[in-house]
């Protein structure tokens, strides 16, 4: 069936657990009147009991109507791929639960989001899926969260506001209080633990990825250093968010003809610095042994998450200092509690902008970027997510 004739613009799979609830909850008050939008999961009463939560909050989603789906179960993800318009799917790990969805959404021309932050899952997707993607119209947005629509979107922003036609440099630094949920130390330890089968998806990528001519774009691990122009100390960050803003670089000549960006957490004390990476060193030692990692994935359950005062207080902040072309620019997103609150918004735009707005005709595997760009960040400026110019020279 064409996506224009289908049953629901927006189906959210995945909804009964800890951020499945609060997407659910952003597009109950701030979903248009006229969105046709269903919850999807395993568990039907659960999906019941989360129905009557976002009555509470809006009486029209008395009506919502309730699918039942599994990841092991193909019939029924391709039963959701061909009612939708657009599916937001936040069940990971991904690398584990998640490929049924995307074939079923490349198949079915649907558009498809999700919250992965592991690399290994993203690029298995590339080969096993994109080209089908593209024959049949469909987009496939991973890591359309915290990881990495910040960073992917507040990168685009910077270059905006730099020279176009030359080489562009952009560093960024990460700064937050938030804490992590149950589900989100589940997907964190898989990738941590998966470094061989990371390492062969991604050169297996490269195989089948067509190569840029006349341009680079590069995302190279930075050094550890004490950082001017933040006064902080600067920690390579080895997640996917410089992965994916090379990808978006690649894509769109705007970002000059040699771009280069690395990706720092900031840290304000050395102490602290060093304990950070002493620290992370020991978990990704640990994870590579599988009882361990069962061991610390049962320290906090699936679905759970910090309350909702923890996450009144959390917040985020990356600051970007671009340079090229002789101009210097600094720039800065921030917003509130980043893995769940702001997560949560930015999957839901991202469903929203999918179903309505006015994008790129592109299809298969792409960045947040490439994909919703600019209407992204508007919408995520009007749900009250800052961009800002801090200052140029």
């Given amino acids: ?147 990495s629509v910040p960073h992917d979107l507040g990168v685009q922003f910077t270059v905006g506001h730099l020279p176009a036609g030359v080489p562009l440099r952009v560093d960024g630094f990460v700064r937050t209080n938030a804490m992590f949920s149950g589900g989100t130390l589940a997907s964190a330890l898989t990738a941590l633990g998966r470094g061989a089968q990371t390492a062969r998806a991604a050169r297996e990528r490269r195989l089948h990825e067509p190569r840029l001519v006349g341009r680079r774009a590069r995302a190279p691990l930075g050094a550890p250093h004490f950082s001017k122009e933040t006064g902080t100390w600067a920690l390579p960050m080895p997640t996917i968010d410089p992965q994916v803003i090379a990808r978006s670089a690649a894509a769109d000549e705007r970002y000059g003809p040699d771009f280069r960006y690395r990706h720092f957490a900031s840290v304000k004390h050395l102490p602290v610095a060093i304990g950070s990476v002493a620290a992370l060193g020991t978990v990704a030692a640990v994870t590579q042994l599988p009882p361990a990692r069962d061991w610390l994935m049962g320290r906090y359950e699936a679905g759970q998450g910090p309350d909702e005062a923890r996450r009144r207080r959390s917040w985020f902040t990356v600051r970007f200092v671009g340079e090229g072309g002789g101009r210097r620019v600094f720039t800065e997103v921030s917003g509130g509690d980043p893995g769940y609150e702001e997560t949560a918004k930015i999957l839901a735009e991202g469903a929203l902008s999918l179903a309505f707005d006015e994008l790129p005709k592109l299809s298969g595997q792409l960045t947040p970027a490439t994909a919703m760009g600019p209407a992204l960040t508007e919408r995520l400026r009007g749900a009250g997510m800052r961009f800002r110019v801090v200052d140029t020279r």
Avoid at 29 to 49: F, H, Q, S, V, Y
Avoid at 133 to 147: K, N, Q
């Fill in 1 to 147: 069936m064409e996506p224009s004739k289908r049953d629901y613009d927006i189906v959210l799979f995945g909804a009964t657990g800890f951020v499945g609830a609060l997407t659910a909850q952003y597009l109950a008050t701030r979903a248009p009147a006229d969105c046709r939008w269903a919850i999807a999961g395993r568990n039907r009463t659960k999906l019941e009991r989360l129905r009557e939560r976002l009555t509470e909050l809006n009486p029209a989603c008395a009506t919502i109507p309730l699918l039942t789906a599994d990841s092991t179960d193909p019939a029924s993800l391709r039963s959701l791929a061909e009612s939708a318009r657009v599916v937001a799917t936040t069940v990971g790990p991904y690398v584990w639960y998640g490929e049924g969805l995307v074939a079923a959404c490349a198949e079915a021309g649907t558009d498809y989001l999700d919250l992965t932050g592991e690399p290994e899952f993203v690029d298995t997707m590339y080969v096993r899926h994109d080209a089908r993607a593209r024959e049949r119209g469909a987009r496939l947005v991973h890591a359309c969260g915290f990881d």
